[in-house]
């Protein structure tokens, strides 16, 4: 494991010199970071998902519609360019102590680092809940927040203990992506895998390609696999692309004949929650209380 000092640019030299420091995991290894710098821009939406939870405020955010529940985080907080592209002179004239990037935003760390200091905090879609609990730590390390990020792992465990309970013995799952009229499915490497993983839903369809964008499959190959549970994520919804919703999608004899369908055990999650935020803290305790109340609902 290699340990750096965090990239930055010239102007934030003094702030790192004059600052106590610690040290935490980043996408790209330990790194020597700033404790509770003051004015922290996130163009990660996961990374604002954790530091919600921890209870740290941010001073300004990418420009997207959010999740509902991180509207509250977004409301009346400045905005500085996309999730893809900063506008780097209003970051400039904000003069923030310290930026996190990850994700969509991974490529503009270097760039981001000539206005403050800049972490590269992605998670990787193949060990997401290790990734995501690892953040929680090193957010809490760096803002000083140790006893409730411990608390907040705690709860994690619990959460997904339950779950393994609940969703024991009940059947495989397949979790499926729209996007518009077509489909892809996710195994358990993949971005979504944790579902499989984590809450040991066994795979209906064990031989998926673990491929970032999912496997494209057909309504055939859905009925073919014949899953009792269906796992739904509508990339459309998510971003708020218009275009067909991912229940017409599925709406056909095809989908409607496996044993989910025949069930009633096709679950449509909250899209932007999981596509958007993946790997956020309240993200992953959202969509595991989502899977809880699905597997224990009444039989219609």
């Given at each position: 494991m290699k340990t750096m000092i965090v990239a930055a640019g010239f102007a934030a030299m003094p702030v790192l010199a004059l600052a106590q420091t610690t040290e935490i995991e980043t996408a790209v290894g330990a790194v020597t970071v700033p404790v509770a710098p003051e004015t922290v821009v996130t163009f990660d939406l996961t990374a604002l998902d954790t530091l919600t939870a921890l209870s740290v405020d941010v001073a300004a955010v990418p420009v997207i519609a959010p999740p509902s529940y991180l509207a509250d985080a977004f409301d009346g907080t400045p905005t500085v360019g996309t999730l893809f592209e900063p506008d780097f002179e209003a970051l400039a004239v904000m003069a923030p102590d310290f930026i996190i990037a990850g994700g969509r935003s991974q490529s503009q760390v270097e760039p981001l680092s000539a206005i403050a200091p800049t972490i590269d905090m992605t998670i990787s879609g193949d060990n997401l809940l290790?990734?995501?609990?690892?953040?929680?730590?090193?957010?809490?390390?760096?803002?000083?927040?140790?006893?409730?990020?411990?608390?907040?792992?705690?709860?994690?465990?619990?959460?997904?203990?339950?779950?393994?309970?609940?969703?024991?013995?009940?059947?495989?799952a397949l979790i499926v992506l729209t996007n518009g009229g077509k489909?892809?499915?996710?195994?358990?490497?993949?971005?979504?895998?944790?579902?499989?993983?984590?809450?040991?839903?066994?795979?209906?369809?064990?031989?998926?390609?673990?491929?970032?964008?999912?496997?494209?499959?057909?309504?055939?190959?859905?009925?073919?696999?014949?899953?009792?549970?269906?796992?739904?994520?509508?990339?459309?919804?998510?971003?708020?692309?218009e275009g067909e919703a991912a229940a017409v999608t599925l709406d056909n004899p095809l989908v409607?004949?496996?044993?989910?369908?025949?069930?009633?055990?096709?679950?449509?999650?909250?899209?932007?929650?999981?596509?958007?935020?993946?790997?956020?803290?309240?993200?992953?305790?959202?969509?595991?209380?989502?899977?809880?109340?699905?597997?224990?609902?009444?039989?219609?």
């Open positions: 290790a990734d995501a609990q690892a953040r929680v730590t090193a957010y809490g390390t760096m803002f000083a927040q140790q006893d409730t990020a411990t608390a907040l792992l705690d709860d994690l465990d619990a959460a997904i203990e339950n779950a393994r309970n609940v969703t024991d013995g009940q059947g495989n489909v892809s499915a996710y195994g358990d490497d993949s971005r979504f895998g944790w579902l499989h993983t984590a809450l040991g839903l066994p795979e209906a369809f064990p031989e998926l390609n673990a491929e970032t964008h999912g496997e494209a499959i057909s309504f055939e190959f859905i009925a073919e696999v014949n899953p009792d549970w269906i796992f739904v994520v509508d990339r459309g919804a998510a971003i708020g692309q409607a004949g496996t044993t989910a369908g025949q069930n009633d055990q096709i679950v449509y999650l909250d899209s932007a929650r999981l596509y958007l935020v993946g790997g956020g803290y309240q993200s992953m305790t959202g969509t595991i209380d989502e899977v809880v109340a699905a597997f224990s609902a009444e039989p219609s």
